[in-house]
């Protein structure tokens, strides 16, 4: 008899797709145009596809459960990982721009799924530009926790329009966070970090989480351990700049 042919891009050892055969470049420019499909609006974002054991196959929504954490430009999905045995009632998505990488976290998920059974249901995984698509995967208020881990600096000031964190896409971030939503923010790049910072800062619907309530709060060490980025960025003894802020309503 042949022997069973093995597919080389799984890991016989833990049955994890390997990350080698999915490299891709470190960023992607968010302001080109990609071909992917887009729901129409947050009620056209097929359930069943990401969250199975959740909803039934004809996608229709559960409206008593919907996406509550966005891990926008989540890369290889190791903060979705944490999250999500962290938090296994809530469901979670990442958003990535690069379709290797986007495969990758797929294979992830499910290779965690079927050697985890009852695990890691929870969370899932989207190619699309959140630059451009929030408002087509999230009603007002929906979410209660976005993640801009380690994003493309853009160091050029002509580029600075390419950002993931601006003032004007903060508007977007406000509409779809509820009151009491948390945006957490890290990079290891300090001008980044105090442009992040600066653009919360003077934006009236966010606030800063005070130093209290980031010690209290648990994803707050995943930020900088849960991600490849951050992992290399540890192993080279660098710096990291954290800004945590909470969704308010202005006062007039």
Known sequence: MLEKETNPTISKSTGLPRKRFYRARAHSNPLSDSHFPIPVSPSHVDYSVHYPIFFASDGQVNCSKKIQFAD??????????????LFPETLMIGMELRDKVTEYVKERISALRVTNPGQYENVSVVRTNSMKYIPNYFEKGQLTKMFF?????????????????????????????????IIYTITDVEELGDWMKSCLENHPMFEPVTEEQLEADPVVKLLSSATEEGQKVARNGGQTFQAVFRRIVPTS
């Open 149 to 181: 881990l380690f994003p493309d600096p853009h160091f050029k000031e002509k580029n600075h329009r390419r950002r993931v964190i601006s003032p004007q896409l903060l508007d977007e971030y406000a509409y779809v966070l509820g009151v009491g939503g």
């Open 72 to 85: 926008v430009g989540c890369g290889f999905g190791g903060l979705l990982i944490s999250l999500s045995t």
